[in-house]
């Protein structure tokens, strides 16, 4: 099926006389008539719902659709984006391995991995995603057991070379992580170029309309654990009666034992009533990616003409350093996010965002209602300058999300509130 079709009708298919539209199972947990299903069902030996945070036919349904949508194995839905990230970390490394990531990361993600992870004992090496082979290469140590990067990176917008950062992870048997938050898989599908693993912040683009906290991990099914150095996929685990989870669960090895493992572990699930908004939004997803990608373009093209604006970063203007790997990775548009430098810097940017009218300035990016949002004293704010500068933003960076308004209108207000 296509995307358009798979957004509407995967993971959920009514059978006779039910609700059409995914009902919401508002329930904890599952009631069963005898002790022993429920002991398969702990023992992973039968399929079936018993307790919320580990499974709801709710939640199962979106994991389902987002999993198709990715052409994954499998899904898990998580509480929020970082969770996403989080989870999938701790799923494959534990206290004194080492992680790759690229530095030009959400603000959020780079301090989980700079300052959290490292009290975990995961230590993590920044590389910069436009150095070449060799350098990247430097950062790998016999601990590594993952490499981390963002498809279109928030807020500097550099497109991720997808291809040469698998083959460089898999050279050393670890799998790449892609966060695909910005892309979504309507403008790129990060396994269909070597990626192993996607996470997103459903509270972007997926959901679309800010209405819930979500994130998702999806495995590709195709990292394969037993080569490298996972003695916990191909080992029993102690807390599952010796299971081996390669051995039992083959290439969904990665995504049951985040489920079994770090869910039941650390419990960071998505809700019914979130994953029920969540599909809500996948719903009109690739007619909304379409529009904001147009109507991105269009404001880009605009900005970039304008006599106080300095820089706009938007992969598919002409002269973009990025403009070949988009065309490459996303060749339907980039998204609808902007990311531009006004002239006067910070001061500049602070007075333009508080003249706008429609434009607001929210916490927030992948809405469909167009907003504005300065990095450096927000999202990015626990950053120093230095570590600024890695995530390729500057003190003046403006991140503009532009949504689904006409964008004559959009246009308009960035237009009084410049003048
Ligand atoms: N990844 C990216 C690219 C993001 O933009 C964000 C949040 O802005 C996150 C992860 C974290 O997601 P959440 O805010 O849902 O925890």
């Not at 436009?130 to 057991?145: C, G, H, L, Q």
């Not at 996470?199 to 998702?216: C, E, F, I, N, R």
């Amino acid at each position: 099926m296509h995307k358009e079709t798979q957004c509407l009708h995967e993971g959920y298919v009514p059978k006779n006389g039910e609700p059409r539209v995914l009902p919401i199972a508002q329930s904890t947990t599952f009631r069963y008539t005898s002790t022993e299903e429920v002991a398969k069902l702990f023992d992973l030996a039968s399929p079936g719902f018993f307790y919320t945070r580990l499974g709801n036919p709710t939640v199962d349904a979106v994991e389902k659709k987002i999993a198709a949508l990715e052409g994954g194995v499998g899904a898990l839905c998580t509480s929020s984006g970082q969770a996403a990230a989080l989870t999938a970390i701790l799923t494959i490394a534990k206290a004194g391995d080492h992680i790759i990531s690229s530095s030009s990361i959400y603000g959020g993600t780079f301090n989980l991995f700079a300052v959290t992870l490292k009290r975990f004992g995961i230590d993590v090496t920044f590389v910069d995603q436009r150095a070449d082979n060799a350098t990247i290469e430097k950062a790998f140590r016999p601990n590594t057991k993952a490499v981390f990067g963002e498809t279109l990176t928030n807020p500097s917008m550099h497109v991720l070379d997808i291809e040469r950062f698998a083959t460089l992870a898999h050279e050393h048997n670890v799998p790449l992580i892609i966060d695909n938050t910005f892309a979504t898989p309507v403008l790129c599908q990060p396994f269909a170029f070597g990626a192993d693993i996607v996470v997103h912040s459903t509270t972007k683009y997926l959901d679309g309309h800010a209405v819930q906290m979500g994130g998702v991990v999806v495995d590709s099914g195709h990292f394969d654990w037993t080569k490298g150095a996972f003695p916990e996929f191909t080992e029993p685990d102690p807390s599952y009666h010796g299971l081996v989870y390669t051995e039992a669960f083959g290439k969904a090895a990665f995504i049951v034992k985040a489920r079994v493992q770090i869910m039941r572990d650390l419990g960071c699930c998505q809700t019914p009533q979130g994953a029920f908004y969540l599909n809500l939004g996948i719903e009109t997803l690739p007619l909304r990616m379409e529009r904001h990608c147009r109507n991105a373009e269009i404001v880009a093209t605009y900005l970039a003409a304008h006599p106080k604006v300095a820089a706009v970063t938007y992969p598919r203007l002409p002269g973009n350093p990025d403009r070949a790997l988009a065309t490459k990775y996303l060749p339907n548009g980039c998204s609808g996010v902007i990311s531009l430098i006004l002239k006067g810097g910070r001061e500049e940017g602070a007075r333009v965002i508080d003249a706008l009218k429609l434009i607001s300035l929210e916490v927030h990016v992948a809405d469909c209602r167009t907003c504005i949002l300065h990095p450096a004293s927000s999202t990015h704010r626990q950053l120093t300058d230095e570590q600024l500068a890695e995530c390729g933003i500057d003190p003046g960076t403006v991140r503009l999300s532009v949504g689904l308004e006409h964008v004559d209108d959009i246009i308009a207000d960035l237009a009084q509130a410049l003048g």
